[in-house]
């Protein structure tokens, strides 16, 4: 169960996941060590009543979206249990709600077992918040999802926000080169999620991010940004392009 949350939290925006049984129990989390285990039993508790409440007039609902003013709180619903995820406000939930239909699925299989019961709360103080170079990114449809994120104006990288380009870390590039089994790559093709708009552009690594800052993140300038109609924080699917050339991480 720990390897789906550890999935789960791959999701660009979401900070912590937990499963709740349909008592409003918490069964298993995965959140930083900032939250204690007295915040997640009372927010648990909240939602398992505000679900109750909702099967009544509603029918019951697959997913819901609680915004607040700097977080969102997603609950996915499963016949026997609950999926609770704190996010940050920009979080894609087109991008979330896909990975957690493949979760869901995981989830009930573990929980039916009876196979997976867990004796305590998971919480390694080893995992930390930004730590998400050791997980893998989400499967998006044909590709791998990433956060889009805007090319800094500085004078090194003005003319290159006048110009289609796209950036990438070591962990990205080495992520997408063993999804599609590729070795080394030139170009790649980036798909906005929500008006299907693709486009191809030349790749560039980061070659400097010992922090880890660029996890996941495709950082593009702003010509392109504008090209695909995206923003700051959405989401986005991408592809290897196979038309030949060697750039990629190898190297670099």
């Given at each position: 169960?720990?390897?789906?949350l550890?999935?789960?939290n791959?999701?660009?925006?979401?900070?912590?996941?937990?499963?709740?049984?349909?008592?409003?129990?918490?069964?298993?989390r995965?959140?930083?060590?900032?939250?204690?285990?007295?915040?997640?039993?009372?927010a648990?508790?909240?939602v398992?009543?505000?679900?109750?409440?909702?099967e009544?007039?509603?029918?019951?609902?697959?997913?819901?979206?609680?915004?607040?003013?700097?977080?969102?709180?997603?609950?996915?619903?499963?016949?026997?249990?609950?999926?609770?995820?704190?996010?940050?406000?920009?979080?894609?939930?087109?991008?979330?709600?896909?990975?957690?239909?493949?979760?869901?699925?995981?989830?009930?299989?573990?929980?039916?077992?009876?196979?997976?019961?867990?004796?305590?709360?998971?919480?390694?103080?080893?995992?930390?918040?930004?730590?998400?170079h050791?997980?893998?990114?989400?499967?998006?449809?044909?590709?791998?999802?990433?956060?889009?994120?805007?090319?800094?104006?500085?004078?090194?990288?003005?003319?290159?926000?006048?110009?289609?380009?796209?950036?990438?870390?070591?962990?990205?590039?080495?992520q997408?080169?063993?999804?599609?089994?590729t070795?080394?790559?030139?170009?790649?093709?980036?798909?906005?999620l929500?008006?299907?708009?693709?486009?191809?552009?030349?790749?560039?690594?980061v070659?400097?991010?010992?922090?880890?800052?660029?996890?996941?993140?495709?950082?593009?300038?702003?010509?392109?940004?504008?090209?695909?109609?995206?923003?700051?924080?959405?989401?986005?699917?991408?592809?290897?392009?196979?038309?030949?050339?060697?750039?990629?991480?190898?190297?670099?």
């Amino acid at each position: 169960m720990l390897e789906v949350l550890q999935q789960i939290n791959t999701v660009p925006g979401v900070m912590g996941s937990l499963i709740l049984n349909d008592e409003g129990c918490l069964s298993w989390r995965l959140f930083p060590p900032l939250f204690d285990a007295s915040m997640l039993e009372e927010a648990a508790s909240a939602v398992a009543d505000g679900m109750i409440a909702l099967e009544g007039p509603t029918g019951g609902a697959d997913l819901i979206d609680f915004r607040f003013r700097d977080a969102r709180v997603v609950v996915k619903t499963m016949p026997s249990s609950y999926l609770f995820l704190l996010c940050g406000k920009e979080v894609s939930l087109q991008l979330l709600s896909m990975s957690l239909n493949v979760a869901a699925k995981r989830i009930e299989r573990l929980v039916s077992s009876r196979k997976d019961q867990p004796d305590h709360m998971v919480q390694p103080s080893a995992i930390q918040p930004n730590a998400t170079h050791a997980a893998t990114l989400p499967v998006v449809g044909r590709g791998l999802g990433l956060q889009v994120q805007l090319m800094k104006s500085t004078s090194f990288t003005y003319w290159d926000n006048m110009l289609e380009s796209l950036a990438i870390n070591r962990f990205t590039s080495v992520q997408l080169s063993d999804h599609f089994k590729t070795g080394s790559f030139k170009k790649l093709k980036l798909t906005n999620l929500s008006t299907k708009t693709s486009k191809k552009f030349p790749v560039r690594i980061v070659k400097d991010d010992s922090e880890h800052m660029f996890d996941g993140k495709a950082v593009i300038s702003l010509a392109a940004m504008e090209s695909l109609g995206m923003k700051q924080g959405d989401s986005v699917m991408v592809e290897i392009d196979l038309g030949g050339g060697f750039l990629g991480w190898e190297g670099v």
